[in-house]
């Protein structure tokens, strides 16, 4: 799963060249909620009630929504490495919507991993390019990835209820649908403008994989691990996708990692191992309906 979801924001980075940010959200989750229904119909649906649907909608438009349209538009515009780093803070975010909204308790330790975390945020926002305008463009695109995390985790702590009512597959079937819903006019929008024949067969592959690899494949992988890991020990994993999005992003778009992003990234790595490692931690679980 790590591999996958890692390689997840260099995919995206290569089809964003030749493919613009809403027909790609569009045709990555157009293909995975047909593979998802067809999963969904087979193993035994479960309707959703009436007033669960709008409930779901509206967080919908959180995550996969905002967030994908944060993380999609904020690879467009920094780099892979970068924006895998900040998105990897989303239980950093979800441990403080939930102290918010729910009175959960923060811990002194995860209150100190929250803390290292927002000390490697800083690092790595701030982390730019040469010239005044890429630094510009690269700041917007870190503080959209930033933007990202913190939609996913307002969204763990809104939707808290629903998971506790529904499978995994239930909610990213019905996820996956609303986007595509959501996103069908957006990218009605862009093709005044886009030429298609500038989409080379390898882009195509990336879409495939997005969809297919990272939004089903990666989702049951995850799933499985988590049905015979501890959270702590899941939440290890989940560290490794930056990690693998640094390789990816190095060896097949030629990134140049700059050493911001190598403090920033062992800071925030660290903060979300120590806040997720706290006893009674279950917010890792609660990730698997939206984070591939």
């Known amino acids: 799963m790590s591999l996958l979801f890692g390689l997840s924001f ?3 980075k290569f089809a964003l060249k030749s493919i613009p940010p809403f027909t790609l959200i569009f045709l990555r989750f157009s293909l995975a909620s047909l593979f998802l229904g067809v999963i969904y119909f087979r ?18 438009l959180i995550v996969p929504g905002l967030y994908f349209l944060a993380e999609t538009y904020g690879l ?16 950093i975010f979800a441990a403080i919507f939930a102290f918010f909204l729910l009175g959960e308790k923060v811990g002194i330790w995860r209150a100190a991993g ?20 890429m630094q510009r463009m690269i700041h917007a695109g870190n503080l959209l990835g930033l933007g990202a995390a913190l939609c996913a985790g307002l969204y763990m702590a809104m939707a808290r209820n629903l998971m506790a009512r529904y499978s995994p597959l239930t909610i990213t079937t019905f996820q996956a649908l609303f986007t595509v819903a959501l996103f069908l006019p957006l990218a009605g929008w862009e093709q005044g403008s886009h030429r298609w024949e500038q989409v080379r067969p390898l882009t195509l592959l990336a879409v495939l994989y997005l969809a297919l690899f990272c939004s089903v494949l990666a989702f049951f992988l995850w799933n499985y691990g988590i049905s015979r890991l501890e959270a702590s020990k899941a939440a290890v994993f989940t560290n490794l996708v930056p990690v693998f999005t640094v390789a990816g992003a190095y060896g097949f778009l030629g990134e140049r990692i700059q050493l911001g992003q190598i403090i920033g990234g062992a800071l925030v790595i660290a903060g979300v191992s120590l806040a997720s490692a706290t006893r009674g931690n279950n917010l890792v679980k609660k990730m698997a309906s939206f984070a591939v």
Not at 43 to 59: E, H, I, M, Q
């Open 10 to 12: 260099v995919a995206t």
């Open 43 to 60: 193993k035994g649906r479960t309707p959703l009630l009436p007033g669960d649907r709008w409930r779901l909608f509206l967080v919908s």
């Open 76 to 91: 467009k515009l920094s780099s892979a490495t970068s924006v895998s780093l900040l998105i990897s803070t989303i239980p």
């Open 114 to 133: 929250i803390f290292l975390s927002i000390g490697g945020v800083g690092i790595i926002v701030a982390a730019g390019g040469e010239g005044v305008e």
